[in-house]
């Protein structure tokens, strides 16, 4: 490293030169990655994107959606040589920045996000520009574990338990279990001789290799009130612990990353980017899919399917692209002067993961992950040179906690309040991401967190686990280029707010533990615009803040229900073949029964990997790697 010398001056003046805008760190930082070669320290290069004139006009397979499960997929269907799979991706590859772990927030809003809102609000949203939420969802080579904070979380036990209870044989935990672990490669040396954990998967697993002296701090607050210090993927899963995400030195391991580049040389697979699918070719007499319809290049393409077609293209595009084929509620396709070929509940039971955003905590020391101080050179070449320091920090979420309300039955291990506890908070950006990427307006962020820019402070965003309330995804017209309607219905079931409120409430007193006290931890008082009038520290108050700063995970699931054929709200069955449709199958985490307690992004490659052998055991009796 004999021209790092050199380099340090030069980068420090390309930050010198761009001081006034924060997005002096993007170009600093591509240039430290190209000359420490950080890319070469990956031994699978990127994925080969293949020109439409060199695509087969026929496959065995046809994948839509390159994200979560379809890279899982396009992986494990492949190691059937004899099959030849195409994968269609709507966006491009990754970038540079997108492997940043503490840039999450920043890939929001970017070329590679769709970009999608909900529909305006009376009850949740409130200090949202137009009361809509952003729905963030990757359009990339990866799809949202490209965009996502990238934790590492299974849901518990008792959810896959309630999936099969439905009437969903082989879904219960100990298949689940099967499945996180066949994909796994955990890297924490005590975690990996757990019988709840595997290695040598496609998927690493680790804890970031930087924290700050808060993530410890979490934890131990955690243990004052009476929550165990304990691996939240494991045999139980109240408690707290140093957040495992899907990372692989010190950067953002996506499923592309870790499924698609291993694959990327084998001749039968076939990745196409840039390929927005429009429909699904279906012949509506004898109902059998047989290809799909795609845009690329701005002209519409066709491409057969010997075998199936398989949506893995979210919990938004695979129903808007099953409704826009003809599959979905008939009074609304109708409607639409779309021909009915199956009608079908396609996006109905849509669920997702809500809490409060911007729970904020000020601290009398310079510890935590301040933009202006921590996104520096010196941090630059540490993360480009080592893949260690603050940089690593997935999205600055340090620690997880499971805790239980007084709405939860502590004797059964089933909490429903997960906390994301934070280093940082909405203004420790100065105002520059974190406000546009959860869309609040300009005076609510004038009003509450400008007076605190880039000060010292931790954050505890805490999640309702099991929402009751039900939204739905309609599409707004038979155009497949205009974005569909996306109404979550947040609080509509009254309990879900009570729960959270209290789950507010349990942040609050975290904060007041003899641990956190040592850093002098009080709330940020200055009361939400539109709260005002309502007594600080009273239900009402929290319920007031819920409604505002409503903050979405990010996890949309449900919206092609998985169920047995007496399920009159079930799109798949079991198997995850589309109801009355030969040929298609739906693969991602819109087959989601009921949402899973917990972070969406390993769940939904748990459905991939089974999925994967249920396509093997259907076509393939004899096939290898498949669980007897």
């Known amino acids: 490293m004999s021209g790092v010398a050199d380099t340090i001056p030069a980068l420090?003046?390309?930050?010198?030169?761009?001081?006034?805008?924060?997005?002096?760190?993007?170009?600093?930082?591509?240039?430290?990655?190209?000359?420490?070669?950080?890319?070469?320290?990956?031994?699978?290069?990127?994925?080969?994107?293949?020109?439409?004139?060199?695509?087969?006009?026929?496959?065995?397979?046809?994948?839509?959606?390159?994200?979560?499960?379809?890279?899982?997929?396009?992986?494990?269907?492949?190691?059937?040589?004899?099959?030849?799979?195409?994968?269609?991706?709507?966006?491009?590859?990754?970038?540079?920045?997108?492997d940043v772990p503490l840039l999450a927030a920043y890939l929001q809003l970017s070329q590679l996000d769709w970009k999608y809102k909900t529909e305006p609000s009376d009850s949740a949203c409130l200090a949202m520009k137009n009361r809509r939420c952003n729905w963030p969802r990757g359009k990339v080579i990866g799809g949202s574990s490209v965009l996502n904070y990238m934790l590492y979380v299974r849901g518990n036990k008792k959810d896959y338990a309630h999936w099969e209870s439905l009437g969903n044989p082989g879904w219960g935990p100990a298949e689940a279990l099967y499945y996180f672990k066949k994909s796994e490669d955990?890297?924490?040396?005590?975690?990996?001789?757990?019988?709840?954990?595997?290695?040598?998967?496609?998927?690493?697993?680790?804890?970031?290799?930087?924290?700050?002296?808060?993530?410890?701090?979490?934890?131990?607050?955690?243990?004052?009130?009476?929550?165990?210090?304990?691996?939240?993927?494991?045999?139980?899963?109240?408690?707290?612990?140093?957040?495992?995400?899907?990372?692989?030195?010190?950067?953002?391991?996506?499923?592309?990353?870790?499924?698609?580049?291993?694959?990327?040389?084998?001749?039968?697979?076939?990745?196409?980017?840039?390929?927005?699918?429009?429909?699904?070719?279906?012949?509506?007499?004898?109902?059998?899919?047989?290809?799909?319809?795609?845009?690329?290049?701005e002209k519409i393409n066709i491409v057969r399917a010997r075998k199936e077609v398989i949506l893995s293209a979210g919990s938004?595009?695979?129903?808007?692209?099953?409704?826009?084929?003809?599959?979905?509620?008939?009074?609304?396709?109708?409607?639409?002067?779309?021909?009915?070929?199956?009608d079908l509940k396609v996006g109905h039971n849509l669920q997702d993961h809500v809490g409060l955003g911007g729970f904020t905590f000020l601290i009398n020391e310079k510890i935590s992950i301040v933009q202006d101080r921590i996104e520096s050179v010196p941090s630059v070449l540490k993360y480009a040179m080592l893949g260690d320091g603050p940089l690593t920090v997935p999205g600055?979420?340090?620690?997880?906690?499971?805790?239980?309300?007084?709405?939860?039955?502590?004797?059964?291990?089933?909490?429903?309040?997960?906390?994301?506890?934070?280093?940082?908070?909405?203004?420790?950006?100065?105002?520059v991401q974190i406000r546009k990427a959860h869309g609040l307006t300009d005076e609510f962020y004038e009003n509450v967190f400008a007076p605190i820019n880039n000060q010292d402070v931790w954050s505890a965003i805490p999640v309702l686990l099991r929402p009751k309330s039900r939204g739905f995804i309609k599409l707004r017209s038979k155009n497949p280029f205009d974005y569909p309607v996306i109404i979550p219905n947040y609080f509509k079931e009254n309990i879900d707010i009570k729960v959270l409120t209290e789950g507010v409430k349990i942040?609050?007193?975290?904060?007041?533990?003899k641990t956190m006290q040592r850093f002098g931890s009080k709330l940020h008082y200055l009361p939400f615009p539109g709260c005002v009038q309502v007594p600080m520290y009273t239900d009402a108050y929290w319920e007031c803040m819920i409604r505002h700063y409503s903050c979405t995970i990010y996890h949309p699931v449900g919206t092609a229900k998985?169920?047995?054929?007496?399920?009159?709200?079930?799109?798949?069955?079991?198997?995850?073949?589309?109801?009355?449709i030969k040929g298609?199958?739906?693969?991602?985490?819109?087959?989601?029964?009921?949402?899973?307690?917990?972070?969406?992004n390993a769940p939904i490659i748990m459905i991939a990997e089974k999925g994967a052998d249920l396509v093997k055991e259907f076509w393939c009796k004899d096939c290898p790697h498949v669980r007897r």
């Open 186 to 297: 955990n890297m924490n040396p005590y975690l990996s001789r757990s019988p709840f954990h595997g290695t040598g998967g496609y998927l690493t697993i680790t804890e970031a290799p930087w924290h700050t002296p808060l993530a410890a701090a979490f934890v131990q607050a955690g243990e004052e009130m009476g929550y165990p210090n304990r691996d939240i993927n494991g045999e139980f899963q109240t408690g707290f612990m140093v957040a495992q995400a899907t990372l692989r030195r010190g950067a953002r391991c996506s499923t592309a990353k870790s499924f698609l580049r291993p694959a990327r040389l084998r001749p039968n697979l076939h990745i196409a980017m840039h390929s927005h699918v429009t429909r699904v070719l279906i012949n509506p007499k004898t109902k059998i899919a047989y290809g799909v319809e795609f845009s690329r290049d």
């Open 12 to 98: 420090a003046g390309m930050a010198a030169s761009a001081a006034s805008n924060v997005a002096w760190i993007a170009p600093v930082l591509m240039a430290a990655l190209a000359y420490f070669n950080y890319d070469l320290l990956d031994p699978d290069a990127r994925p080969v994107n293949v020109q439409t004139r060199l695509l087969y006009p026929e496959y065995d397979f046809i994948i839509v959606g390159g994200g979560s499960a379809g890279a899982v997929l396009a992986n494990r269907l492949t190691e059937i040589e004899n099959w030849n799979v195409l994968l269609l991706e709507a966006g491009g590859d990754e970038t540079e920045i997108s």
């Open 584 to 600: 298609l199958r739906v693969i991602d985490g819109s087959i989601m029964p009921t949402q899973v307690s917990g972070n969406t």
């Open 562 to 580: 998985m169920g047995p054929y007496w399920d009159p709200d079930a799109v798949v069955d079991p198997q995850l073949r589309v109801y009355g």
């Open 316 to 342: 938004i595009n695979s129903p808007q692209i099953l409704m826009l084929s003809g599959i979905g509620p008939k009074s609304d396709l109708l409607k639409l002067s779309i021909p009915v070929i199956q």
């Open 396 to 431: 600055g979420v340090e620690a997880l906690a499971f805790v239980n309300t007084k709405y939860a039955n502590e004797t059964e291990d089933y909490p429903d309040i997960e906390f994301h506890l934070v280093s940082g908070s909405t203004n420790s950006d100065g105002g």
């Open 507 to 513: 942040a609050l007193a975290m904060s007041k533990t």
